[in-house]
């Protein structure tokens, strides 16, 4: 084996020794430039300083007319615009959502190649000529020039893009810049996925500080009203929540609850359900009735739910297969017997919810239901 290695070794010096001089130092540049954004690795550096230097270093040493990075909260996204170089009015589009038509030029660039020796890229020569990508997908996007969709990826799976551009056709047809921004691609890719993991390990030890702090204030709060209040004050502080909002299904409510509700300020009653909440927002009444059905699913199924909340709602069950949301829904039951439904709504600037944050809503749902079933 150590044999093979130093042939291997012994191969590769014969032919940098043969090498031009102008082709040698562009090696050398090559390499010392990836090697300096692998320093990034395990730098202390939040997720947004961390893109931010490998985007300058790849501005610095490429004349690119423009750069955008997008990652995904899922293989299927959807996909954010993080960073934007050389883009007019960037703010337009910046921590917004990039389209993902299954024709697009995007979705084409972060499919899984079958084949491992297929080109791990989508390149376009001349967007004058081609017409592609289409302005729909990309209204930023000169109309002529090249460019090149460089996927990030975690082992296969897709977690974001690399969108790079020049005015000038076929600027991307030196292979070994095409090699290049391929590692640089690779080198991102790990360097965005370790920052997330360092961050979702903080913000978990956080939740989980929270998570005490908000069993602690349910147990010690001394009257119902005062229940209430921290169950919807403690999740939306513990969930990073915009709008939280609290319903209990008429019929399931036992009696002594549904008396004590009846009579708490601030209870609504919509439809089968009365209703406290805490929303960004004053329509109550469009909120609630976009939410109904799916309310009573996470109800009838015990299951929560993730969702879109500003996406049309065509069928309840294609939306308990998906794995992230900007709105999660839980159930709330004393026992085996449902009581009613917690539903939290992200802020429009951050990220979604996942897995772990259903985990802690859910705990959080259940030691209300126990501070509920004490009442007496």
Request: proline share 6%.
């Amino acid at each position: 084996m150590i044999s093979e290695e130093l042939a291997h070794l012994e191969t590769m010096l014969d032919a940098v020794a043969a090498m031009p001089v102008h082709d040698l130092q562009r090696q050398i540049d090559r390499i010392l430039f990836l090697q300096n954004c692998t320093t990034l690795f395990a730098a202390p550096l939040s997720l947004s300083t961390i893109i931010t230097r490998l985007m300058d270093d790849l501005w610095q040493r490429n004349r690119f007319n423009y750069a955008a990075l997008l990652l995904g909260e899922s293989e299927l996204g959807p996909y954010h615009y993080q960073e934007l170089r050389g883009v007019v009015d960037a703010r337009r589009y910046l921590r917004k959502q990039c389209p993902l038509p299954l024709w697009g030029e995007l979705a084409h660039a972060l499919v899984r190649r079958l084949d491992p020796e297929e080109p791990d890229y989508l390149l376009i020569n001349d967007i004058a000529v081609t017409g592609r990508p289409t302005p729909d997908e990309f209204p930023w996007l000169p109309r002529s020039g090249s460019l090149i969709i460089l996927p990030l990826r975690k082992n296969t799976v897709a977690i974001g893009a690399l969108i790079l551009g020049r005015t000038n056709a076929d600027h991307f047809d030196d292979l070994e810049l095409r090699w290049e921004l391929v590692e640089f691609a690779a080198t991102m890719a790990r360097a965005v996925i370790g920052a997330q993991v360092q961050e979702e390990l903080h913000a978990r030890a956080e939740q989980l500080a929270g998570l005490q702090l908000f069993s602690r204030s349910l147990a010690t709060s001394m009257s119902f009203v005062g229940l209430l209040t921290s169950a919807i004050e403690g999740i939306a502080e513990l969930m990073g929540a915009a709008n939280v909002l609290l319903a209990f299904e008429h019929s399931a409510i036992p009696p002594h609850l549904l008396q004590r509700l009846q009579a708490t300020p601030g209870i609504h009653t919509y439809q089968n359900f009365l209703v406290i909440s805490a929303i960004a927002h004053d329509d109550q009444v469009a909120l609630f009735a976009r939410l109904h059905r799916l309310l009573l699913w996470t109800i009838d199924a015990g299951q929560p739910l993730f969702l879109d909340p500003v996406a049309p709602i065509d069928s309840i069950e294609d939306l308990n297969y998906n794995e992230t949301g900007r709105a999660l829904i839980a159930p709330i039951s004393i026992g085996e017997s449902p009581l009613g439904v917690l539903y939290i709504e992200a802020p429009p600037a951050a990220p979604g919810y996942d897995e772990g944050d259903m985990v802690v809503l859910r705990t959080a749902t259940n030691t209300l239901a126990i501070a509920l079933q004490r009442v007496g």
